[in-house]
């Protein structure tokens, strides 16, 4: 199987790639989509440009799209919300233009989205049958869906998935949260009753890998239609801010006596702050309803990953 995966690099893509070289029974050969080509990268990992893309003869089985800046990286300025939105545009043009040009179709593009397409909705349980609240979240998510959803224009069958906070004992919001929480400041935000909508790392790679073989199992037996569908790639039991402050605490074996108050929260990162003051309780029925069975259903688990 060949895989084409933009974004490779980051936090998810490069534990993904690892994880397809290690632990699938299925013969799997990546290709990294990258704007620099001397990145480093793993040995197994062939790199491919953006400009090699517009002209390359290969043909890939499945795509998988996660190239975009860090949406809780900084303040959501005028800039950041361009550079957020095109640094999701731009390689998603680049992978429908090349998916128009090539003879040979992909089977399935699997395409990054996230829990923000649902708005800040509080304890209200949501699925992906539900509706959203508009916001900027909610803006960014849609419009990069909507401009992947034109693979199916072209024969190819999209899965958008819609992921929660991943976590990982050594990287992304675990990762940023470690010098705080060691040094003893670490605390909930507001007041700490805001829902957090998470997946470990290891489970997100384990969805990720069944929906590939779901739809192309599908597609081996002639059921596959160029359509979509929706997953959200999130655990099944959503916890509290102050229930995942509390499990930090544990798992580092220090205090989390600090609180950020909203007000100062809101004044230090603006209307970012709704991602960290406002809950979204997303619940992963698509997968669940699907088969696919949870590796980490506690947040404890999520932080003692290996």
Not at 237 to 255: E, Q, S
Not at 260 to 289: H, N, R
Request: glycine share 8%; aromatic share 8%.
């Amino acid at each position: 199987m060949n895989i084409l995966i933009s974004g490779g690099s980051g936090f998810i893509g490069s534990a993904f790639s690892d994880w397809l070289q290690n632990h699938t029974d299925t013969p799997v050969q990546i290709t990294w989509l990258t704007r620099d080509a001397s990145q480093v990268h793993p040995q197994y990992v062939t790199m491919m440009t953006y400009d090699e893309l517009q002209t390359s003869p290969l043909s890939f089985d499945v795509i998988i799209n996660l190239a975009g800046t860090g949406i809780a990286d900084a303040r959501w300025s005028d800039e950041r919300k361009k550079l957020l939105l095109d640094s999701r545009l731009k390689p998603t043009q680049a992978l429908l233009d090349y998916m128009a040009r090539i003879e040979v179709k992909p089977q399935l593009l699997v395409s990054g989205s996230a829990i923000g397409w649902y708005g800040a909705q509080g304890n209200k349980p949501l699925n992906e049958s539900s509706s959203f609240e508009q916001d900027f979240a909610h803006d960014l998510c849609e419009t990069w869906e909507q401009l992947a959803l034109k693979a199916t224009e072209y024969g190819v069958p999209v899965a958008l998935v819609r992921t929660g906070i991943v976590i990982h004992p050594t990287g992304g919001m675990v990762g940023k949260l470690l010098t705080p929480f060691k040094m003893c400041v670490g605390g909930q935000l507001g007041d700490g009753e805001q829902i957090m909508s998470w997946i470990s790392r290891t489970d997100w790679i384990r969805a990720a890998w069944f929906i590939i073989e779901k739809e192309l199992s599908a597609a081996s037996n002639n059921q596959a239609q160029a359509d979509s569908k929706i997953y959200n790639l999130t655990a099944p039991n959503p916890i509290t801010n102050a229930t995942f402050t509390k499990a930090m605490g544990n798992w580092l074996h220090r205090p989390t006596l600090f609180t950020l108050p909203a007000p100062l929260l809101k004044l230090m990162f603006g209307e970012m702050s709704t991602l960290l003051v406002d809950g979204q309780k997303v619940l992963p029925t698509a997968l669940l309803e699907a088969g696919f069975a949870f590796e980490h259903t506690t947040i404890q688990q999520a932080l003692e990953q290996q």
